[in-house]
């Protein structure tokens, strides 16, 4: 598949046109950000290990019954994805409070969740992509219609319950994430972007080690070494 002119540079990611205008070439970048980009940083690596972990994670929801946008791993740090209209929304999910809801709503930070609780956010980096409900999801027509709404909160629920069960066993406790979605030229969903310790919030089982980007929102240090961590803990063979 041969990769030509750059489409779109994000935070995180570049991504390419190629020969097939069906599909795109993801490159994951070193770059770092946080709170809407205003804390930038650079961790060489960085890029290549969420690539890996991503691809697994997307195959392993393959595998269950999840359809991405991920077609093929190419190397180190590019996949190669379906092309989508990416819907702007960001399906969050939390099974834990922490980061803006304790801030949000005074939860204790840690608290476990009595149910997980699935949240849009309007992805607009300009707006700081602010929460939204459902009626401002279709004011502002980010979704054609209401059933497209449901059907983000029953993938976001039912991807959660597999990621929580698949990290479980290897130690890590998943407390919340961050979902995107596209459409393809028929108008199917799949889940697209990424699923990595960008993303994602990883707390160890045992000592609630934070192995995911709050070390650099923080300033903890360490990232590299965190997300190697989470890399070879799903990388390991769970009998």
């Known amino acids: 598949m041969q990769q030509k002119e750059l489409l779109y540079e994000g935070k995180a990611k570049k991504l390419y046109k190629t020969d097939d205008e069906n599909l795109l070439i993801a490159e994951f970048k070193d770059d770092l950000t946080a709170f809407n980009a205003l804390k930038k940083g650079f961790e060489e690596g960085k890029g290549a290990l969420n690539a890996k972990i991503s691809a697994k994670i997307f195959k392993m929801l393959e595998e269950n019954g999840i359809k991405t946008h991920l077609v093929e791993v190419l190397d180190d740090r590019r996949h190669l994805v379906?092309?989508?209209?990416?819907?702007?929304?960001?399906?969050?999910?939390?099974?834990?409070?922490?980061?803006?809801?304790?801030k949000r709503l005074g939860i204790k930070d840690g608290t476990v969740l009595p149910f997980s609780l699935v949240e849009f956010y309007y992805k607009d980096d300009d707006l700081g992509d602010p929460l939204i409900n459902d009626e401002h999801a279709l004011l502002l027509e980010l979704v054609e219609h209401e059933n497209e709404l449901e059907e983000l909160k029953r993938l976001g629920r039912e991807i959660n319950v597999i990621m929580k069960n698949y990290f479980a066993k290897r130690g890590l406790k998943l407390v919340d994430f961050k979902l995107e979605f596209g459409k393809d030229s028929e108008g199917k969903i799949y889940l697209a972007d990424e699923i990595s310790p960008d993303s994602c919030r990883f707390?160890?089982?045992?000592?609630?080690?934070?192995?995911?980007k709050d070390?650099?929102?923080?300033?903890?240090?360490?990232?590299?070494?965190?997300?190697?961590?989470?890399?070879?803990?799903?990388?390991?063979d769970i009998k």
């Open 82 to 102: 379906r092309n989508l209209k990416i819907i702007p929304i960001e399906v969050v999910v939390r099974n834990i409070a922490t980061g803006s809801l304790t």
């Open 203 to 212: 707390w160890d089982m045992e000592t609630n080690e934070k192995l995911d």
């Open 215 to 236: 070390r650099f929102r923080e300033g903890l240090g360490g990232v590299k070494v965190a997300y190697e961590e989470v890399l070879k803990r799903i990388s390991e």
